[in-house]
């Protein structure tokens, strides 16, 4: 069911890849919601993901970038900027990426040159994007930002890797940058923790159909699923979030609430009798 919660708003899209990614259940929510926005991804990601297809659907212009060069970054603006006649309302950072992760480096044993690029990839990215949206003046007053993060911020989980440190890099890019926003201009960043969910960088974390069934166990709703997060995303797009700033916003199905819960002590004693380690 569709509200039109963002009816008249454009906005900016970055890290759709193929339906499962987070940030495609966004787009296609924002243009259910009546929004209208620009798509970008890097160049090999539009080649080989189905960024195309979902730019068709949502009628949105693809603007190729890495989000690691503030040159690409300025173009996806200063494009956008151009395209809606006028500075957007939203944005969305919905980028991930780790070397370690994906090469199978454990955390006491890590490449330092991957790890300089997960935190550039997926954390220093956000300061980029603020800084040039920043510097061209380019989100509406009012407007909002937004970037997609994981309890692994905070507490350590297993296998997460260095990908943890760049989460927690981004969360409090989201604190920095929105003090100075706030102030400077009444715009919001805010970061959505969200629950493991099966997308292309979701597979890449060793165990993680392990890690889905102890946090579905562990939540007294569940797992949140990419749709349903793309449904609170649009509520903080929306001008019903409007003094919602500088938060990171747990949308998990309550695990970051929980210490241990009946189905997993249930799991875990079951493992115990079978004398598993
Ligand atoms: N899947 C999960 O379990 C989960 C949970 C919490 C948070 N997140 C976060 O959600 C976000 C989206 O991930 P997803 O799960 O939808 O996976 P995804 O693989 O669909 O999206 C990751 C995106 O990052 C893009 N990307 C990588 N390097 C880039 C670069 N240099 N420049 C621009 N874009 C680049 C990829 O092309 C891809 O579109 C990430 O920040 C991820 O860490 C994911």
Known sequence: MAYNLLKGKTGIIFGALDEKSIAWNIATKCYEEGA?????????????????????????????????????????FERSVEIFDGKVDFVLHSIGMSLNVRKKRVYNDLDYNYFKKTLDISAMSFHKML???NKLDAINDWGSVVALSYIAAQRTLYAYNDMADAKALLESI??????????????????ISQSPTLTTAGSGVKVMGGLMDFTDRMSPLGNASAEECANYCITLFSDLTRKVTMQNLFHDGGFSGMGMSLKAMTMY?????????
């Open 36 to 76: 209208r926005f620009t798509l970008s991804n890097t160049s090999s990601a539009i080649r080989f993901g189905q960024l195309e297809e979902l730019a068709r659907k949502c009628s949105a212009e693809i603007i190729p970038a890495d989000a690691t060069s503030e040159e690409d970054l300025t173009k996806v």
């Open 131 to 133: 800084q040039v949206a």
């Open 174 to 191: 989201a604190r920095s940058f929105g003090y100075i926003y706030g102030r400077e201009r009444k715009i919001r960043i805010n970061t």
């Open 269 to 277: 004693n079951k493992a115990i009798d079978s004398d598993c380690d």
